[in-house]
């Protein structure tokens, strides 16, 4: 056999093997992650050199990994620990310069380098179908995807006949938007071409539907599909009420990986649990059912650059219990933002960031792009661009000062970074 109909076979395999593990029985999800977690674990030890001075130096060997309850001897680790890890924590069978380099958004320090296999990238292509199929989303739908620009680099298609054939191709049914200064434009472009589905951050996904509102022009999606950030309860009603339609929402990152999605009961995220396990760590305890807790997970199949006990700096909670659509995935109850974000209210509460969006857009008001800064005991609220009216200011400004008391306003002329984050706590 060829090499393309091999990895086709491959591809056409993984997606049928990873539907089908979305039903099977607790006990043989349990089986599977077992047997990956030993092997990852065992190549971890001899491949990547991170790994094998740790696990050496708390005399702990691959083979004293036998259940999944021994996941919990192995150390947690930080994203600090990996930046400094450098390539030591890159696999050295792994040819980097034929694996796919990724990074991670950096918005919360220095961007960290990902390293995925070509083994693992075909995982997340069977990832992204078997969702497509919960959701049952067809090839032949058009997508648009809603991105931030904080210049006016658009993806510009190169020469060569073949590129802008493909190219003009694929713009019959995937376009991609670029929300800058104004989501004018964008919705205007976006009436023409009529997507079935939207996919964006949900900061961007707002905004565009904000503008959708204000001028009365109208798209008819099937599926928002919303990621990378939040999506608050009022954001998620504001965009299905505009649109009308449903707006799904899904968990993960460039690091580690895609981690869990909303079915169609929309009742929390099922836990890619066949890909990633994920712990719900209080401290070194794990946490009770619903209780706010830390993300920790290990990426089953990316041997390029094994992420093991991978403290993610999410912070959110699992739920016991199956979900009515009957697939046997876990259940991830919400994620409710990063450590960092936590701000501390006048009352001593620390809130989420979670809980702060939903202050913020709670009313269906609109809202200037901003974000909240706590350093020293003292919050400021900045604002960004200059569309925000003044009325919009004042009203963001008294719904943050009812819970942090004084604050400070600072108005910036320029637009908002693009991945910028709401919530900032310099003081932790
Ligand atoms: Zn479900």
């Not at 109909?5 to 349990?30: G, S």
């Not at 190169?158 to 434009?185: E, L, V």
């Not at 309860?233 to 690091?255: A, M, Q």
């Not at 960031?353 to 609109?366: F, K, M, T, V």
Request: aromatic content about 10%; hydrophobic content about 35%.
């Amino acid at each position: 056999m060829g090499i393309i109909p091999a990895l086709i076979l491959r591809a056409l395999w993984l997606t049928r093997t990873l539907k089908k593990n979305q039903w099977l029985p607790e006990q043989e999800l349990r089986v599977l992650q077992t047997k990956k977690l030993r092997a990852l674990v065992k190549h971890a030890y001899s491949r990547v050199p991170f790994y094998h001075k740790r696990l050496r130096s708390i005399g702990l060997y691959p083979d004293d990994i036998k259940g999944l309850d021994d996941l919990r001897r192995l150390p947690i680790i930080t994203k600090e620990e990996v930046e400094r890890a450098r390539t030591q924590i890159v696999a050295d069978n792994i040819n980097l310069k034929k694996s796919f380099k990724t990074h991670t958004s950096g918005t919360m320090g220095h961007p960290l380098r990902i390293y995925y296999d070509p083994r693992y990238l075909d995982y997340i292509t069977a990832s992204s179908r078997r969702y497509r199929s919960v959701l049952g989303r067809k090839s032949w739908e058009k997508t648009a995807v809603v991105r931030f620009s904080d210049s006016n680099s658009k993806g510009e298609v190169g020469p060569g006949i073949a590129k802008r054939t493909f190219h003009s191709f694929r713009r019959n049914y995937s376009r991609n938007y670029y929300i800058s200064y104004s989501a004018n434009d964008i919705a205007k472009e976006m009436v023409e071409f009529q997507p079935d589905v939207l996919f964006g951050r949900p900061i961007y996904l707002r905004l565009l539907a904000e503008e959708f509102r204000r001028t009365g022009h109208k798209i008819s999606p099937r599926l928002v599909l919303s990621r990378g950030d939040i999506l608050d309860h009022s954001t998620r009603k504001f965009i299905e009420t505009t649109l009308g339609c449903d707006v799904y929402d899904s968990y993960g990152g460039n690091d580690a990986g895609p981690i869990a999605w909303e079915c169609r009961e929309k009742d929390g995220y099922h836990m890619e649990a066949d890909m990633t396990i994920c712990e719900f760590l209080r401290g070194e305890q794990n946490a009770n059912h619903k209780e706010l807790s830390d993300i920790v997970v290990t990426n089953l199949n990316n041997y390029a650059m094994p992420l093991i006990r991978y403290r993610s700096g999410d912070k959110g909670s699992y739920r016991s219990g199956k979900c009515a659509c009957g697939r046997t995935l876990p259940i991830l109850e919400s994620v409710e933002g990063r450590e960092k974000e936590f701000l501390p209210a006048r009352n001593g509460e620390r809130l989420s960031p979670r809980r702060l969006q939903e202050i913020a857009y709670g009313d269906d008001s609109s809202v200037p792009m901003f974000q909240v800064f706590h350093e020293d005991g003292h919050v400021s609220l900045h604002v960004y661009g200059e569309d925000g009216s003044d009325d919009s200011i004042s009203d963001l400004k008294s719904k943050f000062s009812d819970v942090f008391g004084e604050i400070d306003v600072v108005k910036h002329k320029e637009n908002a970074k693009a991945n910028m984050r709401f919530f900032l706590n310099k003081a932790s």
